[in-house]
């Protein structure tokens, strides 16, 4: 079946360092991939995504190349703030519509 | 645009008694719908899901249930709540065909 495997957490970074969360995943075929990031005390909301190999999503400073060669999907910032601390969560979905999400990262940034 | 409630957001319950949490979706037709689970330090579980009123499939089998009584509402129930029944509850939608799941902000239960 298809999995998603990220980097366990917390991540605990200064402000303007450069982050880097790790996610691959396990599926078959083409499927597509998402990070979405949960703030405190709230629902997950998307960040972005990439619907095939070679696509690069990005939003907020955020990026992910998908790389089926390596079957990873992972997230990068150059110089993160404290207000991007949440809980990133990779996902992909494969046939069925059904998304299957990874453990989640906690990132948390210090001022 | 395409909205999603959910309520309430906190709730506090003893064990042994019922549970009734609501997400309707507002905005769009015949969505997906879905239920998961973020129990303390730990990912999203996969519930329940829908595809059509009165359709529901469960992807874990607990005390839990899941209703769809109108295209845009979706309901979480249990008729005696456990301790371990505690955590963090999210609605989501999505079109059919399209990826893109969006939340509820969620409801944090606690069952004391």
């Known amino acids: 079946g298809n999995s998603v495997t990220q980097m366990e957490g917390p991540v605990t970074l200064s402000e303007e360092a450069f982050l880097t969360i790790n996610c691959t995943y396990t599926a078959t075929g083409y499927p597509s991939l998402f990070w979405y990031v949960q703030y405190p005390g709230e629902g997950l909301q998307l960040l972005l995504k990439?619907?095939?190999?070679?696509d690069k999503g990005s939003n907020k400073g955020f990026e992910a190349t998908y790389r089926k060669e390596t079957t990873s999907f992972h997230l990068e910032k150059g110089s993160v703030q404290v207000s991007d601390s949440a809980v990133y969560f990779c996902?992909?979905?494969?046939?069925?519509?059904?998304?299957?999400f990874g453990g989640g990262t906690r990132l948390m940034v210090k001022p | 645009s395409q909205t999603i409630h959910q309520w309430p957001a906190t709730l506090v319950q003893p064990v042994g008694s019922p549970l009734s949490l609501e997400c309707t979706v507002e905005?769009?037709?015949?969505?997906?719908l879905y239920w998961y689970r973020q129990a303390a330090g730990r990912g999203l579980q996969l519930l329940f899901y829908s595809v059509g009123i009165g359709q529901i499939s469960s992807e874990v089998p607990q005390n839990l249930s899941a209703s769809r009584p109108q295209d845009r509402q979706f309901i979480l129930s249990s008729k005696k709540l456990l301790l371990s029944d505690s955590g963090f509850y999210l609605c989501?939608?999505?079109?059919?065909?399209?990826?893109?799941?969006?939340f509820g902000n969620g409801t944090r239960l606690t069952v004391t």
């Open positions: 990439a619907t095939k190999a070679d």
């Open positions: 905005g769009t037709s015949n969505p997906n």
């Open positions: 996902a992909l979905m494969g046939a069925g519509n059904m998304l299957t």
């Open positions: 989501a939608w999505t079109l059919k065909g399209l990826g893109t799941l969006h």
